[in-house]
């Protein structure tokens, strides 16, 4: 059985920091990508950050400077650094485990999620 789980979350005030970790088991880690996504109330998924299998980083615009993303293979571990976090980042944090096989079909897992709340 594939699991991600994720934790990590909770309140903190503008300006403060969390570390939203997901650990997977079931699955191959390192040929996966990992990625984080989040959806704030009354509004779609939105992308946050990947950490690929062949080490490659991307993030969205408005968090590249101020999120991190790694990932520790041997723990099966993906961590999301937050640092300054404002308001607008609130919402639940789900990370995914994305796989392509040699016919490009994708194999996709996700966690349960984990909520976000910045405010004062």
């Known amino acids: 059985e594939v699991q991600l789980v994720e934790s990590g979350g909770g309140l903190v005030q503008p300006g403060g920091s969390l570390k939203l970790s997901c650990v997977a088991s079931?699955?191959?880690?390192?040929?996966?990508?990992l990625s984080w996504v989040r959806q704030a109330p009354g509004k779609g998924p939105e992308w946050v950050s990947t950490?690929?299998?062949?080490?490659?980083?991307a993030y969205l615009e408005a968090v590249r400077d101020r999120f991190s993303i790694s990932r520790a293979n041997a723990k099966n571990t993906v961590t999301l650094q937050m640092n300054n976090l404002k308001n607008e980042d609130t919402a639940a944090y789900y990370c995914?485990?994305?796989?392509?096989?040699?016919?490009?079909?994708?194999?996709?897992?996700w966690g349960q999620g984990t909520q976000v709340t910045v405010s004062s």
């Open positions: 950490f690929g299998s062949r080490g490659e980083t």
């Open positions: 995914y485990a994305d796989q392509r096989d040699r016919d490009a079909r994708l194999t996709r897992f």
């Open positions: 079931g699955i191959d880690f390192g040929a996966y990508d």
